[in-house]
């Protein structure tokens, strides 16, 4: 799967991203968290080549990428049924009933909150069969609810069709408890990886993020709180 191979980008003066290596591990949902303004969301249009590095490259690119942006706008009105299909004319039903779709099949976009169009949207996504799966903080303006619905449904989907996920998330806890590997972005342009279990370490997330965490880790939960 997808490689970054001494990848490197700048925004006039500012170095973005320094040599950067990192492999994404097939079938599996890998979040990439870090402090704002570190350059996620500059990856993520490096990867779908709406950027072009410096120097490096990114390697092994799959044909077949879906990408959920943090803001998504249709410029005409739609049902959720007529998004569902715009890349297919078939209805996926399991997609459908895992995200609670089912019964706004037939509403306008518009018609629905915002937690019910966002799940419309990881359904759009679903529907293009993708092998890569991006999507950027797709959960920042959900309520809790809509959150766990959202984070579950994508795991389970995943975890049956195995796809692979590349997903911003600002919440740690999140990010933790749903994903298989983790990326980190500091703001020294560097990108660390390896799987949850390697990074959770109290001491690398708190001077990451500039801040002293607290890691609360037993059989019934996982926590990553500020201190």
Known sequence: MLKLNHLSYSVGDKKILNDVTAQLMDHDIT?????????????????TKQLTPDSGEIRDVPSNIALLAQHNELFEPLTVRELLTMQSNDIDEEVVQRLQLTTLLDKYMD??????????????????????????????YLDLRYQQLFLDALRTLQKQRHFTVLMVLHDLTQAFNFGDNIWLMNNKQQLLAGNTTDMLDEQLLSTTFDVPLRIINDDRQLLITPN
């Open 111 to 140: 018609q629905l909150s915002g937690g019910q169009r966002q799940l419309a949207w990881l359904g759009y996504v679903l529907h293009q069969k993708p092998t890569l799966l991006l999507l950027d903080e797709p959960t920042t």
């Open 31 to 47: 979040c990439l968290i870090g402090p704002n303004g570190v350059g996620k969301s500059t990856l993520f249009n490096l990867i």
